[in-house]
């Protein structure tokens, strides 16, 4: 989004509604759209995520250059919808003036954004608005270059026991800090000794840059729920573990997971400064080392839960081993819901353009074209289908899919329950079948219902395991912990191979199940439809406003 000049906010109706879209006037005669996120408050979060080009229009709000976020609470503008009508209704009509003119001219644009400044003081002083400018997205950093405030000591220990650390532990640890880690002139330095350097605080979704040095021998390391690993590539001792191969590799993958080694030798020579980052979202992981890509969107490893889901948050760890290292400008950029999701879409679209795939557009955005079953229980708003509140049944694709991978977007209100209706059969199938399996319960006469389930509500603090979020329903239960909070939106895609079906929720897999081998139902009651080879996807309502977009699927065909 570089070189773009001003931001500017517009909506259907600007008064008791949430500012939805984001405009930005790139400085040559030219607008452009970008969606936006809100946050679970209610507060509109101007983070650009993605943008595409639309036509000038006449009501525009415009503020300065570098302003990317700003909050407005949702109920302050419903109480003063009619005082500020007036206000509204001057301000369309100047702006319409300015925009009527006949070039975009910088003077213009200083014009607009100083009347759009000063009336927003003025708006905001007399009417009691609370807002938060801040420049959203960017790093901050985690060492303050004069001490260790923020930091603490802790060597590998799983970040889910560290609240039942002895104290004594913690304190002895702590000591090592003081006493093999020091400042020297802006830079952390330590002397191959001690507990790791960690941060107090835990990260989920996020990039992590830092500098690093290291000397001959050195064997060092960043710990991100994991290890990507630092060391001297040139290092004799190191040989058998593959230190030739360069820097920045999942040190802690397994062998044969991608990410172990790094995809290129990419270190400076040894006493010269290296430049990583490091991407964490979900288990995706990837790491570039001196601006050149070493891990690209691979699984880290569990290191103290083999088998299991990454764990969510956790700490950074600046590891040490044997030699000195020092880092400098170590800053983290942690991303929300929408720029977790987006990254998530990046990343599997990247991967389908490597064998000239792409995903099959379900849902236009505007209504239910290409959509049967209960229609009459959903709608369309802002941009997704939507049960409508008690109602519910099953709302499925037009077309049937055999294997395929399907990604959805999904928002969940408090308590939410819905599901997704996997190899559904269609209405003529349903009337083929025995009488007591006509109803078109998804669970039971489809392959299966995945649970799309609040389930850390107390309403379901009882549930069976096979009931929560991304189970097959009364079949396999999913990993859970893995949901963002209600209000906020979720990525999730969905594997289904022959009677295999893999679930991956914001990055991390959840659900990994062969119903073929399913012999054990919740409450005794089997799942006649589980063996189906095909059928519809689609959406299994209960009663609840869940919302779904970006709705895609991959058939296996393709």
Partial sequence: MDGFSSAVWSKQSVIGTILESLWIHSGDGKLVKARSQASPSGCFLGRIVSVRMVRPSSHLWIFPSGLTRLEISQGVMRRHALLLAPFFFYMRILMHRIVSLPSWNRWFCFMKKATMVCAGIVFAGLFGFSTSVVNAGEPKSLFNGKDFDGWHGRPTVDPRKWESTPEADKAKWNKEIADHWRVDNGEIVNDGQGAYLSTNADFGDFDLMLDYRIVKDCDS??????????????????????????SGGLWNNPAGWAGKDPLVRADNPVGQWNTMKMRLVGERCWVWLNDKPVVVNARLHDYFAPGQPLIQRGPIQLQTHGAEIRFKNVKLQEFSAEEANEILRKAEDEELSKSSKKFDVLFNGKDLAGWQGAVGNYTVTEGAVQCLQGKGGVLYSEKSYGDFVFRVDFQLPPAGNNGLAIRYPSAEELEQLPKD?????????????????????????????????????????????YLR???????????VNGSKIQVELNGTKILDADLATVNEYMANTPH???????????????????????????PSAN
């Fill in 221 to 246: 390391g960043i710990y991100l729920r994991g290890i990507p690993q630092i060391w001297d590539p040139d290092a004799e001792n190191n040989r058998k573990n593959g230190n030739e191969k360069g």
């Fill in 437 to 481: 399996q006509r109803h078109g319960d998804a669970a039971y006469v489809g392959m299966t219902e995945l649970q799309v389930l609040d389930d850390a509500h107390p309403n379901y603090k009882s549930i069976d395991a096979r009931q929560a979020h991304a189970s097959a329903y009364g079949m396999v239960a999913a990993k859970r912990g």
């Fill in 485 to 495: 909070p209600t209000g906020q939106w979720n990525h999730q895609v969905v594997t």
């Fill in 528 to 554: 006649p439809g589980k063996d189906r080879a095909s059928g519809h996807i689609g959406f299994a309502g209960h009663s609840d406003p869940v919302k779904f977009r970006n709705i895609e699927i991959l």
